[in-house]
């Protein structure tokens, strides 16, 4: 699964090591040292993924992904030193798909990428039909999502996620069930970590996401798809 990816880390020695880690798995690598580059680079050449420091001069890894799910829905993975959970799902709510608290190890790091990868490169078998939910329609084949027949980006998490809901409408999955299909079994995600992407995809998927009618919260349980629905 080689892929093009992206490092913006301005820590020399670390970035360097992420370089070589990658170029071991196959990847081309690019690296660059500020978020400002990083958005130059991805306007040059479209990258499958990127890994990116949250502390970077210029511009941060938090701006730089802000500004970049404005316009693309390119998996990003936040390096981030920060270690108190708020802190996290800030960048989780800027759009990153997933985030390695620092210092961690080069092996779980590859770990994350190649789910990422994976994830963004889901291949399914010809048969799989597309799911609905009222006028939520998910093309497994295509990677594509519309709401009301118009086109909506979602990021690869935010995709799995929906992918997960759509194959059964009205049943409530668990935020654990939910955590186990996007990220698998980790220490570092909590359930909270849903809770973020689920308040990204209502932006995306809700005529007002401060009511949702679709993608709707079961309290106590979890979250459900459905046609239609007083606010959840």
């Known amino acids: 699964m080689c892929a093009h990816v992206l490092v913006a880390e301005d820590d020399m020695n670390?970035?360097?090591?992420?370089?070589?880690?990658?170029?071991?798995?196959?990847?081309?690598?690019?690296?660059?040292?500020?978020?400002?580059?990083?958005?130059?680079?991805?306007?040059?050449?479209r990258p499958d993924l990127i890994v990116m420091d949250v502390m970077m001069?210029?511009?941060?890894?938090?701006?730089?992904?802000?500004v970049l799910r404005a316009e693309s829905d390119v998996a990003v993975l936040l390096l981030t030193a920060r270690s108190t959970e708020e802190d996290l799902l800030t960048?989780?709510?800027l759009g990153a798909d997933d985030y390695v608290t620092k210092p961690y190890s080069p092996r779980e790091l590859m770990a994350r990428v190649r789910t990422l990868l994976r994830r963004s490169r889901a291949s399914v078998g010809p048969e799989e039909q597309v799911l609905s939910a009222g006028p939520i329609s998910v093309d497994p084949a295509r990677h594509t999502v519309l709401v009301d027949g118009a086109r909506v980006e979602c990021t690869p998490v935010e995709f799995q996620l929906l992918r997960a809901l759509a194959t059964r409408p009205g049943r409530v999955l668990s935020r654990t069930q939910l955590l186990e299909r996007i990220h698998g079994i980790s220490g570092y995600i909590t359930e909270r970590t849903i809770d973020v992407h689920v308040k990204n995809l209502?932006?995306?998927?809700?005529?007002d996401p401060r009511r949702p009618a679709h993608l709707v919260t079961v309290y106590g349980v979890g979250y459900k798809l459905v046609g239609s629905s007083r606010a959840g």
């Open 91 to 93: 960048g989780l709510d």
């Open 202 to 207: 209502r932006r995306k998927i809700e005529p």
């Open 14 to 45: 670390q970035a360097d090591l992420i370089r070589r880690y990658l170029e071991h798995e196959g990847h081309t690598v690019r690296v660059v040292h500020n978020g400002r580059a990083v958005l130059e680079e991805h306007h040059r050449d």
């Open 57 to 66: 001069p210029v511009m941060s890894g938090l701006e730089a992904c802000r």
